[in-house]
């Protein structure tokens, strides 16, 4: 595996250091280098307020720089020495206060930059997962988001996107209290120019970390959505993203049905009554003829789940001949605060029945990489999941 690449801040304490940590730190290819380091492949450094002799030295040091890239930031500046100092070779510089996007975008560029030179690193190769519903109002979009949010804390830096493809009112967004500047139609629109990049640039960020890339408004914004484009976007994201969740909606179309064969796993939102069981049914006639191979992805998870139901899981399982995967609790109180605030459940119930069944049900859709696992076990012993 390549190693990260190494970022010196030369920076005294401050808000602005503090944003170059922050972004540094959600990205698991960078590892920030304590002091007494002198070379790195990147180094951040803040401009002080030192006459002639600062930009003397800051020009020495980027005259010296080797391979290595600068970024500038500082709090007062002059254009004219600024635009010195990017043609001696400064990169990038960022006015204080600091913008955290445009330090994270500024991080992907100089990824892209340093992989054409170091070479290509191994791409993450990452799972993608979509949650379909059996009918409306059973709760897969926040399964959906939450899921997502829970795969965050299966390893140490993993990188999480949640793509909404609920149409046509995605409401992912709601549920995160985001407001997106761009969406998913957009992308499809510039097929041309998608890179890591300017996947990244089009993404909304939450603060937990999870990423989401919302779907358009209108109608008009659909007019590239083939399976072919799609097809692009997610073999992009799953090299970008170490998970990949999808809200699919509950509609099966060629698109969708194209999504389900790029997926790793398909999983059937339902819930305990007779017109979800009849739904799952036909969900389970239209992908057997559809596409050989779906229905060995597919994974039945009942949501709101109830020990007492007219309709039990194993009623359920004996009517579809096939096993329920997993069962979500019911706690439509918790839940439901949840979404109002715009909030995941790992942020307002972390310790909740229902809160901890998602997080099992992520380590069973996602696994961690053998090397995450043995740093889990005890003794040996690796800790054993159950279902819920």
Not at 110 to 119: A, I, L, Q, Y
Not at 191 to 197: G, K, M, P, Y
Not at 216 to 229: G, H, I, K, V, Y
Not at 320 to 346: E, H, M
Request: hydrophobic residues 45%; glycine residues 6%.
């Amino acid at each position: 595996m390549r190693d990260k690449l190494t970022v010196i801040l030369d920076m005294p304490p401050s808000a602005a250091r503090g944003a170059f940590e922050e972004c540094l730190s959600e990205d698991g290819d960078f590892e920030v280098l304590g002091a007494g380091e002198e070379y790195a492949d990147l180094l951040v450094r803040e401009l002080a307020e030192g006459g002639e002799a600062e930009l003397e030295a800051v020009a020495e040091m980027v005259a010296r720089r080797g391979d290595r890239e600068v970024f500038l930031t500082a709090q007062v500046y002059d254009a004219e020495v600024l635009m010195r100092l990017m043609r001696q070779g400064v990169r990038e510089f960022f006015p204080q206060p600091v913008d955290h996007e445009e330090v994270r975008m500024a991080l992907w560029r100089f990824k892209e930059r340093r992989e054409s030179v170091r070479g290509p690193r191994r791409s993450k190769q990452g799972r993608i997962i979509n949650i379909f519903g059996a009918k409306g109002g059973v709760g897969t979009t926040s399964l959906a988001v939450n899921l997502a949010a829970a795969c965050q804390t299966l390893k140490d830096g993993a990188s999480v996107a949640l793509m909404d493809m609920n149409l046509p009112f995605g409401e992912a967004q709601l549920f995160l209290d985001l407001a997106p500047k761009y969406h998913w139609g957009e992308v499809l629109g510039n097929i041309s120019r998608l890179d890591a990049t300017y996947l990244m640039s089009v993404m909304s960020r939450h603060p937990s970390g999870l990423y989401l890339l919302a779907p358009p408004s209108r109608l008009d914004d659909l007019q590239m959505a083939t399976p072919e484009n799609i097809s692009k976007l997610l073999e992009l994201m799953r090299q970008v993203f170490d998970t990949v969740v999808i809200d699919l909606g509950m509609y099966l179309d060629e698109i969708t049905l194209k999504v389900m064969d790029i997926s790793d796993a398909i999983v059937l939102v339902s819930v305990q009554n007779l017109p979800c069981l009849a739904n799952v049914r036909r969900f389970l006639d239209n992908v057997r003829h559809a596409e050989a191979g779906l229905e060995d992805k597919l994974k039945i998870v009942v949501n709101r789940h109830l020990e007492e139901s007219d309709l039990v899981v194993e009623d359920m399982e004996k009517a579809l001949g096939l096993p329920v995967f997993w069962r979500v609790p019911n706690d439509y109180k918790t839940t439901l605060s949840a979404i109002n605030q715009g909030k995941t459940l790992l942020e307002t119930a972390p310790k909740a029945p229902v809160t901890r069944a998602l997080c099992d049900l992520a380590a069973a859709l996602a696994p961690a990489s053998p090397a995450q696992e043995t740093k889990k076990s005890l003794f040996g012993l690796k800790f054993l999941r159950g279902r819920s």
